[in-house]
């Protein structure tokens, strides 16, 4: 009988250890436990190249090429929109819902880091990157000592013409295509004219959110030469004589049917007007603007900076990627995996910032594109001016903007008032 029981009590045993071992070798197969795949939600704006109309049909290629290289991680792909993406980024991280890695700029990167939502990329940003990358990039991609961004590609801000209709209506020659392609506010103004003359719209001043804003304050600040900012970015300085003068050349080039009043449009539409070719330029344009809509025009296309009295000062995109800090160091690690794989990679690196048109931040990688307009739009780096889009407040500031131009455009304030409203406000958001 003893013999029986400690026969039962072995087989017991042996059950048992069986058992556990299925359970773990089913526990690696459906991904549970130590060897499971980690799951990071990408957040995407429409910045990579648009396949066969789909936005989101390259991001799912890049995905596809990064999961093959590591099966222990799953990337799930959502775009968003410029025009409601901002605010859903917003309202997700306030949720606790926020994606584990966004493609964005600066601007709202760095406040989110500031807010204490991103996982810091220090571990990232090693010393063949700070020797590769210029130190502007890098200060505009960290809050301090932390890097919350990690960069990759820049490419600058201006303006465009519909090349196709000046040559039509023999405008062409009122166009300097020599060097930077500088200007000044009354050459600017003689062509507008002409456009008019002959029937043809001028550029929106689109001013209904603060979608591409970069594009009408670059705009102001240029006309007159009123910086934005003061240089130590310590104070906003757009309210000097200067920029009261350039408000006001605006709306009155606006009452002259010079402009086009776009108090109801967004960037965005205004940009649709001119790819429709309803009108004849565009005051927000950059190499990458003209990848993503280059199947939607069927015109030849000119870049110009804003004009100036002296040398353009562009504002410039800084493009790059952040890691959400959702309290999963599982998916922080797999997200910088992604992060760096989208930067860095032999293969898809040089591809991903040739897809957003614009230009790699570090000089170890080589894109290669054709056509005069990169090769001016390169060049127009030596034109950035002070990079202010992470001062502290700088998202709540971009608020105020917009207002300031619609009060303008419609009559409602002075320009030099309403510029100083303006700066009174922006400079709040900075203390």
Not at 285 to 306: C, H, M, N, R
Not at 395 to 414: H, S
């Amino acid at each position: 009988m003893k013999k029986f029981i400690s026969l039962i009590l072995v087989l017991t045993l042996m059950c048992s250890l069986f058992v556990g071992c299925a359970s773990k070798d089913e526990e690696a197969n459906t991904g549970s436990g130590e060897s499971s795949v980690v799951e990071i939600d990408f957040w995407n704006f429409p910045n990579y190249t648009v396949i066969d109309e789909q936005p989101g049909k390259y991001e799912e290629q890049l995905v596809a090429a990064f999961e093959a290289k590591n099966p222990g991680i799953k990337v799930n792909v959502q775009m968003i929109d410029f025009k409601s993406g901002p605010e859903k980024i917003n309202t997700a991280i306030a949720a606790g819902t926020a994606p584990d890695v966004l493609y964005d700029a600066p601007g709202r990167i760095i406040s989110w880091g500031k807010d204490g939502a991103l996982a810091r990329l220090n571990d990232m940003i090693d010393e063949g990157v700070k020797s590769n990358v210029s130190e502007s990039i890098l200060r505009a991609s960290r809050d301090g000592d932390n890097y919350y961004m990690y960069p990759t590609h820049h490419a600058p801000f201006m303006m465009a013409f519909n090349k196709t209709k000046l040559e039509e209506l023999g405008l062409m020659d009122m166009v300097n295509l020599e060097g930077n392609r500088a200007w000044t506010v009354d050459e600017f103004e003689a062509l507008l004219k002409a456009l008019n003359d002959a029937g043809e719209r001028g550029p929106i001043v689109f001013a209904s959110s603060q979608g591409g804003d970069q594009g009408t304050r670059a705009f102001i600040a240029n006309l007159y030469d009123s910086p934005i900012t003061n240089d130590d970015l310590t104070a906003y300085t757009v309210n000097s004589d200067n920029g009261a003068k350039s408000l006001q050349w605006m709306k009155d080039m606006i009452e002259a049917g010079y402009l086009e009043n776009g108090s109801a449009y967004d960037a965005g539409t205004a940009i649709d007007e001119f790819v429709a070719g309803r009108v004849a330029g565009t005051l927000l344009w950059s190499p990458g603007l003209q990848k993503i809509y280059a199947e939607k025009y069927d015109f030849e296309t000119v870049f110009l900076p804003y004009p100036n009295s002296a040398d353009p000062k562009l504002e410039f995109l800084v493009g790059g990627l952040c890691v959400l800090n959702n309290g999963d160091d599982a998916k922080i690690e797999a997200s910088k995996k992604f992060v760096d794989f989208i930067a860095n990679d032999p293969e898809w690196g040089a591809k991903n910032i040739e897809s957003t048109g614009s230009f790699p931040v570090d000089k170890r990688i080589k894109v290669n594109y054709e056509g005069a307009h990169m090769d001016y739009n390169s060049s127009m780096s030596d034109f950035y001016s002070t990079y202010y889009n992470t001062i502290p407040g700088f998202v709540e500031m971009r608020t105020y903007w917009f207002p300031t131009l619609q009060a303008v455009i419609n009559g409602d304030k002075e320009a030099q008032e309403a510029l100083d409203d303006f700066v009174e406000k922006s400079n709040a958001t900075i203390k």
